[in-house]
């Protein structure tokens, strides 16, 4: 439950920061909005591409859940 709520608010933060550079502000502290993964919350290994952390990422496409993903295993 907690980590929910913190990605609620690193998102209103990230939002807050994108709307003041399309008003033409710039941001106080830019480097406080940070990325998280949608799934977990977690901070670390994020990958923009998909948005998620790697071991979600991994998980994901090991379930066949991305298309066009898919584990390489040797």
């Known amino acids: 439950m907690a980590r929910k ?3 609620v608010s690193q998102q209103r933060k990230k939002n807050s920061v994108i709307t003041a550079i399309a008003n033409g502000k710039k ?3 830019p480097t406080r909005a940070y990325n998280r993964c ?3 919350g977690k901070v ?4 923009r591409k998909f948005e998620m ?3 979600c990422v991994r998980e994901n496409a090991s379930n066949g859940l991305m298309p066009g993903v898919r584990k390489s295993s040797w």
Do not use: H, T
Not at 44 to 47: E, I
């Open 5 to 7: 709520a913190i990605i």
């Open 27 to 29: 941001p106080k502290f």
């Open 38 to 40: 949608r799934v977990c």
């Open 44 to 47: 670390g290994s994020y990958l």
């Open 53 to 55: 952390c790697r071991i």
